[in-house]
């Protein structure tokens, strides 16, 4: 018992220092029991086949793809736009938007989506981001209540309940708890917010690393004379390559793009599929060709080969309202790259220095001091110094980096292009949310909430959801699943050597005496003061089974109790690093550890004691 508890302080101490990563200290302490044989092997690496872990990737996976399809952005910032810019609107809306988002996607993501919408809408409305932004990282804990998938600690308290042998907890179940919360938050933030928090300095004025890709649009003025041609069947061009067709000589327009998609075929299943303008390629007949010129040449180029203009010759502005008449960068990106003064393109043409046989790139223009150079650049020649717009797919782009003999490529570009949302796969993001969901909430169905998961995981790649499988692969926080891995052996070496007994039997022994009621108390502040210093997933691992002893000891319902350890753990708001999102909005509002505990500690409380009132009352003893 003594070797067990001292390997848990040991490793609480270095989660609190944070001078290591959480992942390598709880893979020490799972080590540690395996070398004093507390744990077999088997049941030392039995969290690494928990269903729990494995379900925590799936939703790391399919909230990745809410994202990557621009789904989560698309709904929040248009249910944001209803607030206009009334202050108590606004704040309202942040909170409930951000709370429903979060019982479905990680806490995490979710403030990272919601961030820089909020700051954007703070400035709008003329009030300083800080006064929203911590209620917006509070909001995502509370949201995370409100679902079975809503945050770790819940998986955890479902898992503890089914192991002991009690039915399983459904997907809303939790739903109660987190409205209460909420409403919670939002009565007691109203105040608190905007006697401490309105007044912060603006920090977000941050210099960038880069210029983002409208950036550079608007910079080269690449859509003022930017023109969609659709090709028909039968039209003279279909079958002829670019070079064949010589259409900077002929009628001095280029040619920036292909699209070729087949929503007729397959509406649900839209597909958007970009190609390069190569010399060598093959226009069919239903291309969408992007086409950059002046009107009256792009007239006469669609005249002769009988093409469809889709757009008016009107400015971007007016024609683009629509969002059809604007450059993508799905497959395509764009780029600048500067000249170096030893570089051998110095003095040579743009045509001459062959960039689109050599390295699979367009040149559009080219920044010259602070002349725009974007027409005729075939024959211009190049000059030290010289900032070169190029197009190109994004592997194409990812190479230019390597060549820094002649030129550097400037900001981060491939930074740029993981932004880049897969909008035209919303639809398909949002159905396949909506499958798991009822497959998880109504029980007529035959499937187990982890085969749920899984099976909406497997299909956001397999329908394109994100740009291939190592984008998926990307979106899983590998630290927080080793660290709950191997942080959940822990609560079976408490029991295997009687800690959570011995805990629970003090708990027991001190707070029995006057009722469940007062156990509940201590059980969700001793759980509430441990998130302060340690995760809330850790936490809720090694609480859950004294929690759970504890109820059974003085024989009443572990039900309401194990819900005070996840509502506990997710609810700690006094330290910006009891939770990543509290961490996360951090150096955006400019907040200090003071402004924390002004503002988290009340709410902390106050959470605490509406949670004991309330919990009973929910789930009775």
């Not at 086949?49 to 994202?67: D, E, K, R, T, Y």
């Not at 069947?233 to 793009?257: C, H, Q, W, Y």
């Not at 010399?279 to 992007?290: C, H």
Request: with cysteine; charged share 15%.
């Amino acid at each position: 018992m003594l070797i067990t508890i001292l390997i848990l302080v040991i490793s609480a101490a270095f989660f609190v220092s944070g001078k290591f990563r959480s992942d390598i200290v709880a893979l020490c302490a799972l080590m540690a029991l395996l070398i004093f044989q507390i744990l077999t092997p088997e049941e030392a690496l039995s969290g690494f086949s928990n269903q729990v872990v494995i379900m925590m990737i799936g939703l790391f996976v399919v909230g990745g793809a809410i994202f990557q399809t621009g789904l989560a952005k698309m709904i929040s910032s248009r249910i944001l736009k209803l607030a206009g810019k009334n202050e108590l609107r606004l704040f309202l809306l942040v909170m409930l938007v951000t709370g429903g988002i979060g019982a479905f996607v990680s806490n995490t993501g979710t403030v990272a989506l919601m961030l820089p919408i909020v700051v954007s809408l703070a400035y709008n409305a003329g009030m300083s981001p800080s006064r929203l932004l911590m209620p917006l990282a509070f909001a995502s804990s509370m949201g995370g209540m409100m679902t079975l998938i809503g945050t770790p600690p819940n998986l955890v308290i479902q898992d503890a309940l089914t192991n002991a042998g009690y039915e399983s907890l459904s997907f809303f179940s939790f739903l109660p708890v987190g409205l209460i919360c909420l409403a919670t938050g939002i009565i007691v933030l109203l105040p608190l917010s905007k006697i401490f928090l309105s007044k912060k300095e603006n920090g977000s004025d941050r210099m960038q690393s880069g210029k983002s890709l409208s950036q550079l649009v608007n910079e080269y003025s690449l859509s003022d004379n930017l023109f969609r041609l659709r090709v028909p069947a039968g039209s003279p061009i279909t079958g002829k390559t670019v070079i064949d067709l010589d259409l900077r000589r002929k009628f001095r327009v280029n040619i920036m793009e292909i699209r070729r998609g087949e929503t007729s075929q397959h509406r649900f299943l839209k597909t958007v599929t970009q190609e390069l303008a190569s010399a060598r390629t093959v226009i069919r007949a239903g291309d969408i060709l992007y086409v950059n010129g002046d009107a009256g040449a792009v007239d006469r180029f669609a005249g002769e080969y009988g093409m469809e203009i889709l757009d008016s010759h009107t400015s971007e502005e007016a024609a683009g309202t629509s969002g059809q008449k604007t450059l993508a960068f799905y497959d395509i990106g764009i780029a600048e790259i500067l000249l170096m003064p030893s570089s051998n393109m110095i003095n040579r043409t743009v045509r001459d220095a062959g960039f689109r046989d050599k390295y699979h790139v367009n040149v559009l223009g080219i920044r010259r001091k602070h002349e725009y150079i974007l027409h005729e650049l075939g024959e211009v020649k190049m000059h030290s110094g010289d900032v070169l717009l190029v197009q190109g797919t994004w592997p194409a782009i990812a190479k230019l980096d390597k060549e820094d003999t002649d030129w550097v490529v400037l900001g981060q570009p491939l930074e740029e292009a993981a932004k880049v949302t897969l909008d035209y796969k919303a639809p398909v993001a949002a159905v396949i949310m909506i499958l798991m969901v009822v497959m998880m909430v109504f029980d007529f169905i035959p499937v187990a909430p982890v085969t749920a998961v899984m099976i909406a995981g497997m299909l956001m790649v397999l329908t394109g959801c994100f740009r291939n499988v190592e984008a998926a692969y990307k979106t899983i926080n590998w630290e927080t699943i080793v660290l709950f891995a191997a942080m959940l052996p822990m609560s079976l070496a408490l029991e295997k050597t009687g800690v959570s007994g011995y805990i629970s039997g003090a708990l027991v022994s001190g707070l029995g005496d006057f009722g469940p009621t007062a156990l509940l108390a201590g059980i969700y502040f001793t759980a509430s003061l441990m998130t302060m210093f340690i995760s809330n997933t850790v936490t809720a691992v090694l609480m859950a089974p004294i929690a759970l002893q504890s109820a059974i000891q003085v024989g009443v319902s572990p039900v309401p109790f194990l819900f005070a350890v996840t509502v506990a753990a997710s609810m700690c708001f006094a330290s910006p690093f009891s939770t990543p999102p509290n961490a996360l909005v951090m150096p955006a509002g400019q907040y200090t550890f003071m402004d924390y505990i002004r503002v988290g500690l009340p709410l902390q409380i106050i959470m605490g004691i509406v949670m004991i009132i309330v919990l009973p009352l929910l789930f009775p003893f």
